[in-house]
C-alpha cells in the first residue's frame, strides 16, 4: 500500500507557484489574493488566516477583509464590488458559508468570473462542465493532481465519487468522466439516496470519498488495490479528545488498498495549494504574462 502524501505534492505545487510569483514580480506585476470573511466561526477565520500565511510563504500578496457577520448584505456585495474594480487584486475568495442573511448564490455570482480562484461562479462551474475549464475548483484540482502524482490515470478506469455536493462531488466527477489527461474514467456518483454503496463502491478502481460521514468507507466497501481518495475532514471525540478523521476507515481500508490519501495530510494541503496555483494564474491572464505553470 502507497501512502499519497499530500503535504509532499503541494510543497511542489507551492514551489512552481512561488517561481510564477518571481515571473510576474519581474513583469511589473505583484499577484494577489483578497480573502473575505463575514463570519466569527473560529474555523472559518482558521481557514482564512491558513491561506493568508500559504500567500506569503510563496512570496504573494494578500490582502484580507472582514465584514462584520452582522452587517447588512449589501456591504459584503460593495466589498466584492470594490476587489473586483482594483486591478491590483487578482483573486478573490469569499469563505463560505455565509451567513443566513446573505445570499450565497448571488455572493457567486457577484465575484467578476476572471477572480474568481475558488471556481464556484455560475460562468466557471459552466466552463468546467463544457470540458473548458478557467479554474478548476481546489479540492478536485488537487485531487486530480495526487492521482496523477501517484501515478493512477484514470483514464477507461472505474471511479466512484461518494458525494454529489457543487464544491466537491460534482466537479471531482466532472473532471474524472470529462476529456483530457486526469480524466476519462468511468464515473459513478452515489449520495445518500444511492441504494447499496457498496456494490458500487467495490466495483471501483479509484474511490473518493466526500460524504462528509466519519470513517463510512471501510474496507469490505474496497477492491483489493484500489486508489482510495478520502476528501472527508470530521472532528470527532476519541478517548475523550477531538481528532480529525476522514470519510475512510483508513486503519481497516490501508491493508487492502493500493494507494490511499491520509487524514490529516492528503486532500487537505492540495485544495490549499491549488488556491495559489488558481491565483497565479488569475494573475497571468489578466496580464497577459506567461508563466509556466
Ligand atoms: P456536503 O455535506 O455538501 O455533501 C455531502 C455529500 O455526501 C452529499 O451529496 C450527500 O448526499 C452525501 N452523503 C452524505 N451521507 C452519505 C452517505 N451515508 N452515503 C452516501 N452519500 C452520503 O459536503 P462537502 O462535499 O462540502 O464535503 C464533504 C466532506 O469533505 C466533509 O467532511 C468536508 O469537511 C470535507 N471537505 C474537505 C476539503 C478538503 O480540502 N480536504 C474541502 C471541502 C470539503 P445528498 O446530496 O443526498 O445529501
Known amino acids: 500500500m502507497t501512502d499519497i502524501d499530500g503535504n509532499a505534492v503541494a510543497a511542489e505545487i507551492r514551489s512552481g507557484v512561488a517561481d510564477c510569483v518571481d515571473t510576474l ?24 488566516s ?28 460593495d466589498t466584492i464590488d ?19 442573511h446573505v445570499d450565497t448564490q448571488r455572493v457567486l455570482r457577484a465575484i467578476d468570473p476572471a477572480k474568481d480562484v475558488d471556481g ?13 475549464a478557467r479554474f478548476k475548483p481546489c479540492t478536485p484540482h488537487g485531487i486530480q493532481r495526487l ?13 466512484v465519487v461518494v458525494g454529489r455536493s457543487d464544491i466537491v462531488g460534482k466537479p471531482i466527477a466532472n473532471l474524472l468522466f470529462g476529456r483530457g489527461e486526469g480524466g476519462n474514467a468511468t464515473t459513478t456518483v452515489c449520495h445518500s ?18 460524504a462528509g460521514v466519519p470513517e463510512m468507507i471501510t474496507a469490505d466497501m474496497v477492491s483489493e488495490g484500489a486508489t482510495v481518495i478520502d476528501v472527508g475532514i ?5 478517548d475523550g479528545e477531538s ?10 481500508v490501508a491493508g487492502k488498498a493500493g494507494a490511499i490519501t491520509p487524514v490529516p495530510g492528503g486532500v487537505g494541503p492540495m485544495t490549499r495549494a491549488m488556491l495559489l496555483y488558481n491565483t497565479v494564474k488569475a494573475a497571468s491572464e489578466q496580464h497577459d504574462v506567461d508563466i509556466d505553470l
Do not use: W
Open 243 to 252: 481528532t480529525l478523521v476522514g470519510d475512510v476507515d483508513y486503519d481497516d
Open 82 to 100: 470594490e476587489l473586483n474594480d482594483d486591478p491590483e487584486v487578482h483573486g478573490i475568495l469569499v469563505q463560505l458559508p455565509v451567513p443566513d
Open 234 to 238: 470530521n472532528r470527532v471525540e476519541r
Open 147 to 159: 492521482l496523477a502524482a501517484a501515478d493512477v490515470d484514470p483514464e477507461g478506469k472505474e471511479a
Open 50 to 77: 491558513m491561506k493568508q500565511n500559504d500567500c506569503e510563504e510563496v512570496g504573494m500578496r494578500g490582502i484580507h477583509v472582514d465584514v462584520d457577520d452582522d452587517a447588512p448584505a449589501e456591504e459584503l456585495y
Open 120 to 132: 464556484f461562479h455560475p460562468e466557471n462551474v459552466g466552463r468546467l462542465v463544457g470540458g473548458n
Open 193 to 210: 439516496r444511492t441504494e447499496n454503496l457498496a456494490e458500487h463502491t467495490r466495483r471501483a478502481d479509484i474511490v473518493v470519498a466526500a
Open 25 to 48: 514580480t519581474d513583469a511589473g506585476v505583484e499577484p494577489a489574493l483578497a480573502t473575505v470573511l463575514m463570519s466569527d466561526d473560529p474555523a472559518s477565520e482558521t481557514y482564512v
